[in-house]
């Protein structure tokens, strides 16, 4: 006898229903799935690929300077109803070069340039084609955004500061080179989820920082350009993110679009135009990059030299020094963004020594697209920098904490307020850094051992297979490679270039002149849903295991004795890497600085002595 609860006439006609409407979806997720790909040869045709909201005017080409680079920088055009003013500091919005094209730092008008714009700020966009000049370096990269930068504050004699300049990502770390190669150059530096200090994470939480030494150190990157005939296929970049969530990449993206398929479509191809714009790099560039940062971790503690002599000490940079990071981010977490700081200065009072000025700000859930992509991170985060940036540069040096609260109207003076929130800038301590987690010694050398192996391993591909690979590689193998990535025929196959798919699009229009969508009760609906979120919790623990796996073996492997021993590191009980916040020449240089404040104590006009009154009764409370 049927419970009183089941009608089988109500189930017949939800399964009936269902069928339909999931038919349906189906035929359009597909036809979706044709446009992507549509979508992306024809993005990819473009000279300049970007996806750029505002319209723009290319001022300088870089491949026309005397080391060429695929870099150029624009000049935004305000949209309508915005104006600008000459009185402002420009902005200059850098997008990363890894694995994706570029534009996504002024993808929609609630963005990082959008919000500059809005502001008031002329705005400029450094960007690059898909293809690198022949022998292009990092080195010859930041030249080129040096003379970019030059140029931008040469046309805006009449504004109050130097160029604001923002890296996203990857353009974080080259921006921090220019900046200490160039002290001079940049006004305010923003980096929005850039990672400076590699090796650092938290147990448990940040696997990535684990590969180089899953791979056996940068001989693969290397082995991978020469089959790319001396260039570097950025959809290997693109792919190790997607293998970060695999939930995400094998599952809730593509469900999401496919449940919600009458109204999702436009923003999942509006991405997916900027996801799919696989770039390339030059083996030199990329190597660097892997032998330098990623597994070298040379930046955060100025071990970095120049080809022309200069040590890149991030110390010297004299603009404020804004960092945007998230707890949710698994490719760039905060102590990735952060640790710098604690590998440079041994104590507060080198901070203030060395005249730097440090804003921090840690979202508690974004991702990391989300730092320069989401809208509510544009019109809160990005918004409140733009809007106070001068007060930022007139902070005395140390650490901060930018803080931004909700306005209402219990604020006093909350009407004088523009915008929605309001900040403020609290002083924290290399201490505040180190509670959000920082490696042990132990750990340290175990990334230790991971540098010195990659050397070896490396100088030994080097040595015996590069010779092969390189004679075995053309540009017409190396292409044949290219097409052939996983990624790029994802959207190569399902387009119009396949017959088998162009019958979806009349399929599709007859669907949407006879869509039937299913009621949200639906008993088959809900059984869907309970099904997905089962896989994505699934995939989930998958995920999670594969992770916990990873993190066993790197240090089950790289903190044997005997493989530290072999690789230089067993001679020794000293730190496996010399901080130069407590080498004895920047000891007695702080102490210098220090002795210098106090011997210009009583030196000044009536604005010093109001600003040393107001600071001894500040310190007071």
């Known amino acids: 006898m049927a419970s009183p609860s089941f009608n089988p006439l109500t189930a017949s006609r939800d399964m009936f229903a269902y069928m339909v409407d999931a038919t ?100 400029y966009f450094i960007g690059f084609t898909p293809y690198p000049e022949p022998g292009q370096t990092i080195e010859s990269v930041i030249d080129a955004w040096a003379v970019f930068i030059e140029a931008i504050t040469q046309r805006h004699p009449q504004a109050g500061g130097k160029p604001v300049v923002i890296g996203n990502c990857q353009a974080g770390w080259a921006l921090m080179m220019l900046a200490a190669k160039h002290p001079d150059l940049c006004g305010p530096i923003m980096l929005a989820g850039s990672p400076i200090s590699f090796w650092a994470g938290v147990r448990g939480i940040n696997p990535m920082r684990y590969t180089g030494g899953m791979l056996a150190g940068s001989w693969l990157t290397a082995l991978t350009s020469d089959l790319g005939n001396g260039r570097f296929d950025g959809a290997w970049l693109v792919q190790n993110f997607e293998n970060l969530n695999p939930s995400n990449t094998l599952w809730g993206k593509q469900y999401n679009l496919y449940a919600n398929i009458d109204t999702e479509a436009s923003r999942y191809l509006e991405f997916e135009r900027w996801w799919g714009g696989h770039v390339l790099l030059t083996g030199e560039e990329i190597q660097y990059i892997v032998d330098n940062l990623f ?62 000025t440090i804003v921090y700000t840690v979202h508690e859930t974004i991702g990391h697209l989300g ?18 940036i001068e007060m930022i540069d007139c ?21 004088l307020v523009i915008g929605n929130y309001i900040s ?34 490396h100088g030994l591909y080097r040595t015996t297979m590069q010779p092969m690979a390189r004679a075995m590689a053309s540009e017409t193998t190396a292409e044949g490679l290219r097409r052939s990535h ?14 088998a798919v162009q019958p979806l699009a009349a399929a599709a229009e007859q669907v949407r002149a006879h869509r039937q969508p299913v009621a949200a009760d639906n008993l088959f609906l809900q059984w869907e849903k309970c099904c997905a979120a089962w896989m994505t919790h699934s995939l989930n623990v998958f995920r999670d295991c594969r992770d916990r796996m990873v993190e066993q073996s790197f240090f089950g492997i790289y903190n044997q004795p005997w493989l530290q021993a072999l690789m230089g590191l067993g001679a020794s009980d000293e730190p496996p890497r010399v901080r130069p916040g407590r080498d004895p020449e920047r000891i007695a240089h702080v102490q210098r600085q220090i002795e210098m404040l106090h011997a210009n104590m009583d030196q000044g006009g009536p604005r010093e002595a109001t600003i040393r009154a107001i600071a001894y009764i500040h310190m007071a409370k």
Request: glycine share 8%.
């Open 24 to 123: 349906q979806r189906g035929v359009l997720y597909w036809d979706v799935m044709r446009q992507r790909g549509n979508q992306y040869i024809a993005h990819m045709a473009e000279t300049v690929p970007n996806v750029l909201h505002f319209k723009c005017e290319l001022v300088m080409d870089g491949r026309n300077l005397p080391r060429p680079v695929n870099y150029g920088f624009v000049k935004i055009h305000p949209p309508k109803g915005v104006r600008t003013h000459e009185s402002k500091r420009p902005f200059v919005v850098i997008d990363p070069r890894a694995g994706h094209g570029p534009g996504i730092g002024g993808f929609k008008p609630e963005s990082e340039i959008g919000e500059a714009l809005d502001a008031g700020h002329p705005c």
């Open 395 to 415: 902070l005395p040096p140390g650490l901060y904490e930018a803080i931004m609260e909700k306005k209402s109207d219990k604020d006093a003076d909350s009407g």
């Open 295 to 356: 597994v070298g971790n040379k930046l955060s503690n100025a071990q970095m030299v120049t080809q022309d002599g200069v040590r890149l000490d991030l110390r010297k940079i004299h603009g404020p020094i804004i960092c945007l990071c998230s707890k949710g981010d698994n490719i760039t977490p905060p102590q990735q963004a952060l640790d710098w700081i604690l590998d440079l200065y041994g104590n507060d009072d080198d901070i203030l020594a060395a005249g730097q």
């Open 486 to 499: 996983p990624l790029r025929l994802s959207y190569e196959l399902c387009s119009d270039h396949n017959p």
């Open 371 to 388: 730092l320069f992509v989401s809208s509510s991170v544009a019109e809160k985060e990005h918004e409140e920098f733009a809007s106070n």
């Open 424 to 457: 403020r800038y609290e002083r924290r301590t290399l201490q505040d850094i180190r509670d959000m987690g920082v490696n042990t010694r132990s750990e340290d050398r175990c990334f230790a051992t991971v540098a010195r192996l990659s050397e070896t391993t």
